[in-house]
């Protein structure tokens, strides 16, 4: 089974200037997250879907971030403007089922830079 | 705000000896509990789950939830240098569509 696929692995900006991050989830998986990791800190949840529906994006900083999930497979996150605190992993996490626990995966991650 | 605490470490074990991990969280209306381990660099990979209270054992790894104490705990058996990450709990609260909190990682070294 493949696992969450995501683009790029790194990437390197300047401030003010735009950038935007791909997912693909497992197979099947109704249920897509976005996490920031910043160095040092555990994944903090940006946005939760499921399916092409928002279930929470209550951390999602909507003056700069954006995300969507377009037929209910692939989410494209983005930021614009990018500010330097924007620095850290950003990664996609995707769950099934299996039995009553709701167990996520996660991608290889993107590291950005922000300059 | 539910928080969910772990030592930073660092937590230091020799090759062999059995590794304790101990994670804490404020609401105990928490329902799953997981351990992922990190590699520098790396995302985190789920190595337990655990929703019940006891132990519940997976090869070297045993996770032990107490859920009138508020904590959860990894047990490493045999630990091997391979071993050696940041270890993260993550914690879902009752009525938050099975979303995941995380402490902030204990790092674990296995000296060889």
């Known amino acids: 089974e493949a696992g969450v696929a995501q683009s790029p692995r790194y990437k390197i900006i300047e401030k003010r200037q735009s950038v935007a991050f791909w997912c693909n989830p497992i197979?099947?998986?109704?249920?897509l997250y976005w996490y920031q990791q910043i160095l040092g800190q555990g994944p903090k949840l940006l946005i939760q879907?499921?399916?092409?529906?928002?279930?929470?994006d209550s951390q999602l900083p909507k003056d700069r971030f954006s995300a969507e999930r377009l037929k209910g497979v692939d989410s494209t996150l983005k930021i614009q403007p990018a500010k330097l605190e924007d620095s850290a992993v950003y990664l996609c996490?995707?769950?099934?089922?299996?039995?009553?626990?709701?167990?996520?995966?996660f991608g290889p991650g993107t590291r950005l830079t922000v300059l | 705000q539910k928080e969910v605490e772990q030592n930073s470490g660092p937590l230091s074990v020799p090759e062999g000896a059995i590794a304790s991990l101990n994670c804490t969280y404020s609401?105990?209306?928490?329902?799953?509990f997981f351990w992922y381990r990190q590699y520098s660099g790396k995302s985190p990979e789920l190595i337990m789950s655990?929703?019940?209270?006891g132990d519940k054992e997976d090869g070297r790894f045993t996770a032990q939830l107490n859920k009138a104490s508020q904590y959860v705990s990894l047990l490493i058996r045999d630990s091997q240098p391979s071993d050696s990450a940041t270890y993260l709990c993550?914690?879902?609260?009752?009525?938050?569509?099975?979303?995941?909190?995380f402490g902030s990682g204990t790092q674990l070294t296995v000296l060889p």
């Open positions: 879907f499921q399916n092409n529906g928002v279930v929470d």
């Open positions: 197979s099947g998986h109704a249920t």
């Open positions: 609401d105990r209306g928490s329902q799953s």
């Open positions: 993550a914690v879902t609260w009752a009525g938050s569509a099975r979303q995941l909190t």
């Open positions: 655990i929703y019940s209270n």
């Open positions: 996490a995707s769950s099934g089922i299996r039995g009553h626990i709701n167990e996520q995966f």
